[in-house]
C-alpha cells in the first residue's frame, strides 16, 4: 500500500508554480520550477499529515486526478499513517501485546516523528496480517 496524493501544479503569474493538494485543503505550497515544486510539496504534505495525525483528525485517503502529480509524505510519515490504517479500530494495547511490548512503544508507530526501526515496521506489519514491503522512487 502506498501513501501518495494528488497535488495540483498551476503557473503563476508573473512565474513559478502554485501547489495545491485537492484531499488536503491546508497543503498547500509554491516554488520556482516543478523540480522545486514537488520537493516542497513533499514537505508540506508530510508536515500537514503529521499534524492531523497528532491532533486525532482524520487522514483522507487518497484519491486520483487525472493529469495531477502524486506526491508521497516522508518515510516515517507514512509509516504511522499505514500503522494507523492497519491498526483500524483495534487498541494500541491489542497491537502492543501482539508485538510483546510496551503501550507507548506501540504508540510511538503511529508518531511522524519518532523514527521506527525496520525491525518494529516489519514486526508490526506480521502482527497486522501484513508483510512489510521496501521500494525507493
Not at 20 to 26: A, K, L, Q, V
Request: proline letters at 9%.
Amino acid at each position: 500500500m502506498n501513501i501518495r496524493y494528488p497535488a495540483v501544479i498551476k503557473p503563476q503569474k508573473p512565474n513559478g508554480y502554485f501547489v495545491h493538494f485537492p484531499d488536503i485543503e491546508e497543503a498547500v505550497t509554491q516554488g520556482e520550477t516543478i523540480d522545486e515544486c514537488l520537493f516542497n510539496a513533499a514537505e508540506v504534505l508530510s508536515l500537514v499529515l503529521g499534524h492531523r495525525i497528532a491532533q486525532g483528525q482524520p487522514i483522507p485517503k487518497p484519491s486520483r486526478i487525472k493529469g495531477a502529480r502524486m506526491v508521497s509524505p516522508d518515510a516515517k510519515t507514512q509509516a504511522a499513517i499505514l500503522i494507523r490504517i492497519l491498526r483500524g479500530k483495534r487498541p494500541v494495547s491489542e497491537v502492543a501485546r501482539a508485538l510483546e511490548t510496551s503501550w507507548p512503544s506501540a504508540q510511538r508507530l503511529e508518531d511522524p516523528k519518532h523514527w521506527p526501526s525496520l525491525r518494529q515496521l516489519e514486526k508490526a506489519a506480521s502482527a497486522l496480517g501484513k508483510r512489510l514491503v521496501i521500494s525507493l522512487e
